[in-house]
């Protein structure tokens, strides 16, 4: 029972030691959350209720450089997205939803076959349906496989 004690004793300095650092932490928390709170519903908002079962919404058949610079800054854009709910998870927010919309944004190859079956999850499509629904828009559209 000592080596416990002497183990949180030891914690507790170690704490009190870095208490620039929890503070930090508890900052970018609270702003991630925050953060999240008015982005998640504005991207789910935006996203076509069809989209998982249009296939048009896949295709790379604009190489203007206009859409160029507009899909690197969307991947650019989800990469950070996918980042900050990996650190909303063990912190306050919505890391789940936040990570879905970084997916949602980022281009990789097998990417729609994994969003679908990210969406087919029923508390990943229930958090997202009840975002669309606060916004006025109709539930998403997912096929119950992943085929083209």
């Not at 900052?27 to 999240?36: A, P, R």
């Not at 679908?116 to 606060?134: A, E, M, Q, S």
Request: charged fraction near 20%; include cysteine.
């Amino acid at each position: 029972m000592a080596e416990l004690e002497r183990f949180w004793v030891l914690f507790g300095l170690w704490v009190d030691s870095h208490r620039l650092l929890f503070t930090v932490l508890g900052v970018i928390g609270f702003l991630v959350s925050i953060g999240s709170l008015l982005i998640l519903p504005w991207l789910f908002a935006r996203l076509p209720a069809d989209y998982f079962i249009n296939p048009e919404y896949r295709r790379w058949n604009d190489l203007a450089p206009k859409a160029i610079v507009k899909r690197v800054l969307r991947n650019v854009l989800g990469v950070c997205l996918i980042f900050l709910g990996v650190v909303m998870l063990p912190l306050p927010g919505q890391g789940l939803l936040t990570i879905v919309a970084g997916v949602l944004l980022v281009d990789f190859p097998g990417k729609f076959r994994f969003e679908c079956w990210l969406l087919r999850r029923p508390g990943v499509r229930r958090g997202i349906n009840w975002l669309r629904h606060k916004a006025k828009r109709e539930p998403l559209a997912v096929r119950s496989s992943a085929a083209k």
